[in-house]
């Protein structure tokens, strides 16, 4: 397996196509975990999570809030201290509806504000802090957004969530991941926004395995 970080780096993102062996998934998480490190745990603890179209999601996520349909933009551990840099995503089974992705360099034409300092009060199960929207984590932009957890506290930031879905869903630099030539996604996090497309079907039975890759968050 090739993972072509110039491009990573460049784009984004990358596409793979992995032969689906027994384990393959396994094989995808052993090798990017020697190129990149050792993942985030997910907020169950765990270092791989199942993600799924469900009606039945657990209180306060996208699953609770918007059952099978489309997610809106967001990123992913937007709660944490340093949101995971990179997100890679496997899928087994069927998935009709694509993965889309957008730049947050879309949002500094389409708001004018200095997004340093457009501050949000982010929750999650360990309390409330206040977060930007961006800061910097080795030298690098760390953008972050997630309206299930992160709330407005100043003018800056009212004026950033009263329009940021609306910048992604109509932005032209809008990149759309089609599940059925793929099995592999990763994604840089950190500057790419990501949404779950619709579908116009019923019972698709796809499996999205998730690992998160990055700074280790130690909660302060
Ligand atoms: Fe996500």
Redesign the pocket.
Known sequence: MLIDISKLNQVGYVTLNVPEIQGWEDGVFEEITKTFGGPIPHSNGSLKFNLTARDDGLKGTYSEKFGKGK?PF?S?GAWLPIPPQY?VLCKTGVRIRPTLLCSFNVLRSEINVDFYSAIFSVRHGYGRRPVPILSTASGKNVWRWDEMCMYPQNGAAKRIASTISHVFENSDELISIDWSKFNVLIFNNWNLA?SRGECSVENENWILKRMLIGAHNVLE
Request: glycine share 0%; proline share 0%; aromatic share 20%.
């Open positions: 997610f967001h992913d997100i990501h």
